[in-house]
């Protein structure tokens, strides 16, 4: 299933600041997206995508926001844009993110998503779309399936 | 021909570097809070690390819920405590204050430097003409390994204030002015360099309050000029050179500029307060890493003095830091703030973040000297949140709707 919001979702609405002092990261999964979305946590699947538009995750540093949305189950985070934390904080916890400026992807679309080519195909519009490059240590760090694993392989940054 | 940007981070690259250029810049300082602390401690475990780099660069503050307001919170203090002896890292514990206050009050960051914080508001000590940013945990843990971070080196937007500084304008409504041009993402990827004789007048409190809210912007980086900056040790400035490139250049005349607010449920819905006089609140809130230093307490005890907060509205204080409680008890200003009928809470992020401590009831209106007010923000999301500066918070409790006078 893909879940579609729209733009500026900010990181107080993915997990709130009340529930992420806890080391405990399943709980996370039980709160994400609560006040926006009430049926979220009760639809999402493993697997499923999450779509956004502008500015997806800005606000807060806390790293708890893409934990939360990976957790639940969410296998690609798509936006036209995203906020620079969230983007970093997305790969450094391997979950995938594809900026994807001007995608008309509604609620109800079926889509797969290709991650090797960065590509998104629309089914419902029979369309698809292409990812903005990313750096190459981002893209690194994503096939280590983050941060930790990276610089638990290398000692330090490859670039 | 570089930015201030460029130059801090060429410095600590080892290279000249310029905007767009990915870089592996040497960190001189960095930070993390019990909101992201104990995940990064976690992270560099996981990345296999055994001893930080440097610990003597390392500083952890307990502000974000605190004192611990249950056991689950009392346990992950608890965690932060015990690896930070265990890696002899300095830790400020419940009620020494805000961690972006404590970084400058103490000294922890300095001109030219490069500072990574685990908080999106580290942005602040570009009020030192230094290269702060915030990061999340895992960036940080990184760094507590390795002592480096890769950056993009940011694109800069010049923003320059002209004109006269019409009497009680203040840099809350000086950056409130500027998040309406730029709006929530408008400065996203980059830096917002601040120029014009309006700033290079400003104190470094003042400087800290805008230099905080560039992230409310999308910006990595909010950074001063060294023009006026007057500190007590010796240090080099560093200026942007004539004919830097920048992305994007806006300037400001504030010479008829109001006071400024923003309007739930985002810090980039500003207007002039003109079009919120009147709502009535229930909450005012004097705090935060944007106003909860001195100079903004001696902005509310002038306007409180000798007078009574509106029945029906409760006004909560949480000082930047303990010193600055200190300070306004030793001058005096807190007497007047409780005679008023505020009450004080002890230093730290306070309501801001939500946690614990003052949480807004559903229905509630707050006016808050915090820096965001996204649905939820405090607490309940059926709250509605308005940011403003320290003296129309103070005006706004007086009366008990949103007032200028
Ligand atoms: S005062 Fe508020 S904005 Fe500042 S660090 Fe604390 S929680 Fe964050």
Redo the contacts with the bound molecule.
Sequence with gaps: MTFVYGDNIDTDRIIA?KYTKTLDMNSLAEHVLEDLDPNFKTQVKQGDFLVGGENFGCG?SREQAPIALKLAGISVVIASSFARIFFRNSINIGLPVLEIKNHDIQSGDKIEVDLTYGEVRNLTKNKSYFSSSMPEVMIDILNEGGLANYLKKYGDYQL | MQTITEKILSTHAGKKVYAGELSVVRVDGIMA?D?TAPYAIKAFEAMGGVKLWDSEKCTFVI??ASPAPNERIANLHKFMRDFAVEQNIRLFDVGEG???QLIVERDLVRPGQIFIGA???TCTYGSLNAFATGVGSSDLAAVMLTGKIWLKVPETIKVIYTGILPKNIVAKDLILALEKILGIDGATYQTLEFHGEIVEKLSLASRMTMA?MAIEMGAKAGIFTPIGLELPYAWTPTFADEGAKYIRIIEIDVTNLQSQIAFPNSPDNVHDVQKALGTPIQYAFI????N?RLDDLHEVADILKNKNVATGVRLLI?P?SKQVFIDAMNDGTAQILMQAGATFLPS???P??GSHLGVPGDGETVISS???NFKGRMGNPNAQVYLSSPSIVAKSALKGVISNE
């Excluded at chain 2, 705090?287 to 944007?290: I, L, N, P, V």
């Design positions: 600041g807060s | 809070s909101t502000d974000h805000i961690c972006h908080d999106s508001h905080n705090g935060t890493c944007t909860g949480a930047a730290g992020c306070g801001c973040v915090g820096n965001r």
